[in-house]
């Protein structure tokens, strides 16, 4: 298991696949507290649009781990400002499950879809899956950072309006969640540099 995952042929060549629901709740790390789906000049993580197709967004308990292990683990000064926002799914979210092996082996994959490096390539997949399926709100796939316990999402957000409530009241700052701070502080070993409280 070298080198990256296989790049997908085309969408046409995809055989079915059957979305799993997903009813939990999903946490992110914002800047505000509206979910704006928007998209990037290029790609900045796993499941991002490769030119700006669409709109993704990681969200997952451990999204600490997620957001923060791309910036040496550490939340600066400034980031208390920002929300720690959760979503609830209204109704079962129709998602991609790319942590079932059975649907790695039916698609050629293997893990490095969800934990190796080679982000073009996931990329790539997602905008492949995308297209293919009409009807799926994201992926689910394993955690990297966050550990393999944690489950993580990435939603194509222009097609979750009729799927999410939120963030409606479950949106606070991140310098007002002292004891959520604390223990992804403790349990990832982040360094938190703004006053809690």
């Given amino acids: 298991m070298t080198g990256p995952p296989p790049l997908p042929l085309s969408s046409a060549v995809l055989p079915p696949i059957a979305p799993v629901p997903w009813t939990a709740a999903l946490w992110r790390i914002q800047n505000g507290t509206e979910i704006v789906a928007r998209t990037y000049p290029a790609p900045r993580y796993r499941f991002d649009a490769p030119h700006g197709e669409y709109s993704a967004c990681a969200s997952q308990l451990g999204t600490f781990a997620e957001v923060y292990?791309?910036?040496?683990?550490?939340?600066?000064?400034?980031?208390?400002?920002?929300?720690?926002?959760?979503?609830?799914?209204?109704?079962p979210l129709p998602l991609v499950d790319l942590a079932d092996v059975r649907l790695l082996a039916l698609l050629g994959l293997d893990e490095r879809i969800s934990v190796g490096d080679d982000y073009p390539t996931c990329q790539a997949w997602a905008l492949v899956l995308r297209q293919r399926f009409p009807e799926i709100a994201g992926i689910h796939y394993r955690a990297r950072k966050a550990g393999a316990t944690e489950a993580n999402v990435a939603l194509f957000l222009d097609r979750c309006g009729e799927y999410i409530v939120g963030p409606s009241d479950d949106a606070h700052m991140l310098k007002e969640c002292e004891n959520v701070v604390l223990e992804a502080a403790d349990v990832y070993k982040l360094v938190v540099k703004f006053v809690l409280g």
């Fill in 69 to 91: 292990g791309d910036r040496a683990w550490r939340l600066g000064e400034h980031e208390g400002s920002r929300y720690l926002v959760r979503l609830v799914p209204r109704a």
